[in-house]
Nanobody, 132 residues
Framework: VQLVESGGGLVQAGGSLRLSCAASGLPFDDYALGWFRQAPGKEHEGVSL????????YYRDSVKGRFTISSDNAKNTVYLQMNNLKLEDTAVYYC??????????????????????????WGQGTQVTVSS
């Protein structure tokens, strides 16, 4: 699986950015793609996930109402529209193939809208910097 992110940049607090992720080599027609982020000195944290089968989306609590994930299955592309950005959103954002699992814990485990998610096969990342 190859994932190529784009769309990061520098934005003032309250501004917006749209990230894109072009995927290739996905082994199945039914898959889930999403985003996680990592700020300097912090562990990575899952941000959002969308399933290709029915477009169900999942979010971490801190971005609900501000971020929207969407997908274009014909283009194998996932987008993350980020509005009302806050200083704490500053991080490198990675697009990744995600798997919803029945349970996980520890490093690499994420919880989005009450579902456990593990990410794998991520891209090179794109920097998002929110300034005051």
């Amino acid at each position: 699986v190859q994932l190529v992110e784009s769309g990061g940049g520098l934005v003032q607090a309250g501004g917006s950015l749209r990230l894109s992720c072009a995927a290739s080599g996905l082994p199945f027609d039914d898959y889930a793609l999403g985003w996680f982020r990592q700020a300097p000195g912090k562990e990575h944290e899952g941000v959002s996930l969308v399933t290709s089968s029915d477009g169900t989306s999942y979010y971490r609590d801190s971005v609900k109402g501000r971020f929207t994930i969407s997908s274009d299955n014909a283009k194998n592309t996932v987008y993350l529209q980020m509005n009302n950005l806050k200083l704490e959103d500053t991080a490198v954002y990675y697009c990744a193939q995600g798997f919803i699992v029945s349970y996980c814990s520890g490093y690499g485990c994420n919880k989005l809208d009450g579902r456990y998610v593990r990410f794998q096969s991520w891209g090179q990342g794109t920097q998002v910097t929110v300034s005051s």
